[in-house]
């Protein structure tokens, strides 16, 4: 294949530099997704289920992820996110930020595996950076027990951003730390194996599989909220913290404010209100009660917030309407958590950064 059509073939929107500056020494491989790859609809399901993962799971450190590409390479974000909730979850708090005992959940090990990890917090260089994130590989494959060589990631691929490979090790890593997460299953792309031959380069489409074929079909959907009420109380709480400072941020201009997250939407207005300022809905006095006065009455307000936020495609698991206005914790957050994730990276992006710096 000549270079310029092979140049073509790995021309990726966004990442134009990456393809086009590759090289390969004699006999390298390496794999490359396609454009078309790039937009299945399950590969881009899959990156949204665990962006989504990490982000709540980061949600007390206020550590937003927006690329799996862009932000997982150097260790920063697998550091906090993996390594904190490998130990026992009521210990998350106490230990130290920069040197966690990992403990190995998927192989029933019941007590830290004495693996220590001595990494500075913020790496800023280039070779700090690839250092941290191999002491943190390393550490993760332990856990895993696997080991880089038979792995489908490597310090090389992930510090190169390379998408199948982060994936690969998210799967992994999901599996393993939360098994009941609800990936999409049989998630599996084309993708372009270039390697560098005698006689030039030589290229040949194949197929990655990302993630297995279903076999529970009937087992009911989890997301990271089912696990959430599992974790300590002060975790908890500091969740619910991050989340009730957002929505007050929100309605300030209203001279509105939240102090207890649990009670204070049961009868949806302030719901109503809080979705109304953020996605600019004018909702009539007439469409919904003011102050409602009986369960019925809180139950419709309830039932047209839930409708918006389907509009608005901002409800990724089914809620019960009932279960708002019976102060269920769990589905008040997974509703809020939408607006959260949306409205907070928005934030995020336009103004002052959430992450952590790098």
């Given at each position: 294949?000549?270079?310029?059509?092979?140049?073509?073939?790995?021309?990726?929107?966004?990442?134009?530099?990456?393809?086009?500056?590759?090289?390969?020494?004699?006999?390298?491989?390496?794999?490359?997704?396609?454009?078309?790859?790039?937009?299945?609809?399950?590969?881009?399901?899959?990156?949204?289920?665990?962006?989504?993962w990490i982000n709540a799971k980061l949600l007390p450190e206020h550590i937003v992820v927006r690329s799996l590409e862009e932000d997982i390479f150097d260790g920063l974000i697998l550091h906090h996110l993996f390594l904190p909730s490998a130990v026992p979850f009521a210990d998350w708090l106490q230990d130290s930020p920069t040197s966690?005992?990992?403990?190995?959940?998927?192989?029933?090990?019941?007590?830290?595996?004495?693996?220590?990890?001595?990494?500075?917090?913020?790496?800023?260089?280039?070779?700090?950076?690839?250092?941290?994130?191999?002491?943190?590989?390393?550490?993760?494959?332990?856990?895993?027990?696997?080991?880089?060589?038979?792995?489908?990631?490597?310090?090389?691929?992930?510090?190169?951003?390379?998408?199948?490979?982060?994936?690969?090790?998210?799967?992994?890593?999901?599996?393993?730390?939360?098994?009941?997460?609800?990936?999409?299953?049989?998630?599996?792309?084309?993708?372009?194996?270039?390697?560098?031959?005698?006689?030039?380069?030589?290229?040949?489409?194949?197929?990655?599989?990302?993630?297995?074929?279903?076999?529970?079909?009937?087992?009911?959907?989890?997301?990271?909220?089912?696990?959430?009420?599992?974790?300590?109380?002060?975790?908890?709480?500091?969740?619910?913290?991050?989340?009730?400072?957002?929505?007050?941020?929100?309605?300030?201009?209203?001279?509105?404010?939240?102090?207890?997250?649990?009670?204070?939407?049961?009868?949806?207005?302030?719901?109503?209100?809080?979705?109304?300022q953020l996605e600019g809905f004018f909702l009539h006095l007439k469409e919904f009660y003011l102050t409602p006065k009986s369960p019925a009455e809180m139950l419709h307000n309830v039932t047209l917030a839930l409708e918006l936020l389907k509009d608005e495609d901002l409800l990724n698991h089914p809620v019960s309407p009932e279960d708002?206005?019976?102060?269920?914790?769990?589905?008040?957050?997974?509703?809020?958590?939408?607006?959260?994730?949306?409205?907070?990276?928005?934030?995020?992006?336009?103004?002052?950064?959430?992450?952590?710096?790098?």
């Open positions: 294949m000549e270079s310029e059509s092979l140049y073509n073939l790995l021309h990726l929107p966004g990442r134009v530099d990456q393809a086009a500056g590759v090289t390969l020494s004699q006999g390298e491989k390496k794999k490359f997704l396609p454009p078309t790859s790039r937009k299945d609809p399950k590969l881009e399901e899959l990156q949204k289920v665990l962006t989504e966690y005992g990992f403990l190995s959940p998927c192989h029933g090990a019941e007590k830290l595996t004495g693996v220590k990890l001595d990494v500075e917090e913020i790496a800023l260089t280039a070779a700090s950076q690839r250092r941290k994130l191999a002491v943190v590989l390393e550490a993760a494959g332990q856990s895993l027990q696997v080991e880089e060589p038979q792995a489908q990631w490597s310090v090389e691929s992930i510090f190169n951003k390379d998408l199948l490979a982060t994936l690969h090790l998210l799967v992994a890593l999901a599996k393993c730390f939360q098994p009941d997460l609800s990936l999409p299953t049989n998630v599996k792309v084309e993708v372009i194996i270039m390697e560098s031959t005698k006689s030039g380069l030589k290229s040949e489409m194949s197929v990655e599989q990302l993630t297995e074929s279903g076999t529970d079909k009937d087992q009911p959907s989890k997301d990271v909220f089912d696990e959430l009420l599992k974790l300590a109380p002060e975790k908890v709480n500091a969740v619910k913290e991050a989340i009730v400072n957002f929505v007050n941020q929100k309605l300030d201009r209203l001279g509105l404010s939240v102090q207890n997250l649990d009670t204070q939407f049961a009868d949806g207005v302030i719901l109503l209100l809080l979705i109304g708002i206005v019976n102060k269920d914790t769990k589905s008040t957050l997974r509703v809020l958590y939408g607006l959260f994730r949306k409205h907070k990276l928005k934030d995020s992006t336009d103004g002052e950064p959430l992450e952590s710096p790098n």
